[in-house]
């Protein structure tokens, strides 16, 4: 083979080394390419399941401290507190007459309504006695919502607090509270606060 032919082989060789290597460096480039794509998408989806729409973050499971309590009911005792430190007592809503009758045969409810009457326990747990009217400080509500002061009148069910009644700390009193009612309501719940029923902290008892 002659010098010349030599030299073409030669150069033909080395062009296709140079291609061969261009191809290389493009197939890697290539694939790392894709593979950092790749990468960048799974990560993406890992920060969608975790944040959901947006960035927005999934909320919080609940927990079973979060739900609601279970409410009093007729024979619990709530504690209670009024406006001053002090003031301060159990009270318990032990039964609900209804209807009650009148103990006066001469006082009778209105035309189309009835007595109720509620006998409350009350135990003064503050450093002071107990000193309210309590028959102010109890309400009933019907299943509508609707809140039924108390009426002075006294029934068979049994004897009503005095006014005022006088608890020392410590010792317990009772005594019922009596609500006039229209007919055919259905009470739902008791309430009682202390403060004359002015405290900001209400005792509620579920009724049935």
Known sequence: ??????RTTSARRTAALLLGAALATLTA??????????????AKQTAAATTGPAGATKPAETKASDAPKVPAKIGDTIALKGSDKGNAADVVAVKVVDPA??????LKPADGKHYVAVQFQIKA???QAYGEAPASSAKV???????YGPNLEET????AFQTPTNIAPGETGKGFVTFEIPDGTKLDKVQFALDNGFADQVGQWKIG
């Open 101 to 106: 009758e009148s103990a006066n045969e001469y």
């Open 125 to 127: 747990t503050g450093v």
């Open 141 to 147: 509500v019907d299943t509508q919502g609707q809140a």
């Open 29 to 42: 480039t290539a694939c790392n390419s894709t593979g950092g794509a790749s990468v960048s998408t799974e």
């Open 156 to 159: 068979k069910a049994g004897p």
């Open 1 to 6: 083979m002659s010098a010349t032919a030599r």
